[in-house]
């Protein structure tokens, strides 16, 4: 079961006219309990100077909806749910989420990836390059595949969700358990997330010196 909360917003999102290619929704995943952080809201922690939520939906121009799974308060014209009960970890967001995803093609960031901005161009313009695949993400500098910094096929997307049922304590990589992976190189962008305080001073010094 999920929770729908539309703010008195409009879930529907404008085109960005600029952005072609296939259609997308975005789905960003805030609800984490930051336990590594001393229990901070990552969605509303600064990273140089601008909350995280912030940074990943800069992230999302172009989408179609974006949907925020938790918590975090998010501004006019998005969407936000929370899987029920809450708490069960991002496969169970993910799930929440996907309930409200309407086009054939859904990016799914974790709130804690600061560089979303220039990570997520590659991927939408690979999109089009390779019309097999149903999951575009890069790897990590230690080779791990960001499948919370990912776009995906929604209809593959929703098949290996109906096997996981409310998704709660289900492991990450289970969404990209049977999916066509492509993986997407772009050097222009810093990959990797927020989960202590050492990255989030890794980070502070990468974006100052790279805003």
Do not use: N
């Not at 358990?177 to 993986?183: A, I, N, P, S, T």
């Amino acid at each position: 079961m999920t929770a729908a909360d539309r703010s008195g917003a409009a879930p529907q999102q404008p085109r960005d006219t600029r952005t072609s290619g296939p259609e997308f929704d975005a789905v960003i995943l805030t609800g984490g309990r930051g336990t590594r952080l001393g229990g901070r809201d990552k969605a509303a922690l600064p990273v140089a100077g601008r909350p995280l939520l912030e940074r990943v939906l800069a992230g999302c121009t172009g989408a179609r909806r974006v949907v925020v799974a938790g918590p975090a308060p998010v501004p006019d014209g998005v969407l936000r749910v929370q899987e029920d009960p809450p708490g069960g970890g991002p496969v169970a967001g993910i799930v929440a989420a996907m309930t409200q995803v309407v086009s054939p093609w859904a990016l799914v960031l974790a709130v804690d990836q600061p560089d979303a901005a220039r990570a997520t161009p590659a991927l939408l313009a690979a999109l089009a390059a390779d019309p097999e695949a149903d999951l575009l993400c890069q790897r990590d500098s230690t080779g791990h595949p960001q499948w919370l910094l990912g776009a995906y096929r929604s209809a593959a997307l929703h098949a290996v969700l109906a096997g996981v049922g409310s998704g709660h304590g289900v492991p990450v990589a289970r969404v990209a358990d049977g999916l066509r992976m492509v993986e997407v190189t772009d050097g222009a962008a810093h990959v990797g997330d927020v989960d202590t305080w050492a990255d989030h001073a890794e980070w502070e010094q990468r974006l100052a010196d790279d805003p």
